[in-house]
């Protein structure tokens, strides 16, 4: 059997989650199809239906229920429909082979009829997922494809090591750039001040840190008030498709899932 991976990688691959939410272009996406030979077994691409569950709301509440809701899956996906969906063919297309297709397909029939639940565990405490249900943080369209291509690879379990994990999968592409805004927004906040000078670069930056402070503040209390994961930052379980694809490549060359 043959296992392709599809992926959309978006308009801005680095912020996958800010293309959908902020900035309202192409998030991108990601698929799973099992094969027997040419004969497809079973497509999953998991997403929701937000012209249903989003329709008569105003932006900001989009905003709020597309990050912080969880929704059915749409349901009779195909590879047609995708690529009718993002008007193109999918940018990467990854075959794996030696997996456990059974035990994958086994868990896509329990998807498929909406009774497919995983445990996370996080610092020995346990955390159910219905992985049937679209999450943008935790159960989006990148951790189902993630989250199967574990159970073919035998996990013994479902809480994540570095190999699985997605931030053990961030390119060194996308560190580059988030330190280089980083940077960027530093010398922005000294030049608000004034014109640059080694003084006002000091000040700028210092206050680009404290509002780097609060914001990681906020965002973790809301993270514990959302999800209860008080042990772990939620947003470390956001599968996106540059950390998906880096994952798979890994998972090609690997086909192991190991400590790293």
Known sequence: MTVKVYIWKGKIPFASAYNGLIFKRDAGHAAIEIFDGSKSLCYISHQFDEEKHLRGLTESEITEKKFYGEFPKLDNVNFEYDCREYNRYPETTINLYGLDERRMIEAANKYFNNELVSKIIIKDKEYTIPRYKYQLCYNNCCSIVAYFIRLGMGCPKDSNCHFCYPNGNVSPRRKVVEGGLNVGAALTASLVIQPLTIPAFVTGFFT????????????????????????????ELFWSPITLEKFVKRVKENKACREE
């Open 208 to 235: 680009y840190a404290g509002i780097q402070l609060v914001r990681e503040i906020i965002s973790f209390g809301m993270d514990i008030e959302q999800y209860g994961m008080n042990l772990r930052n939620a947003r």
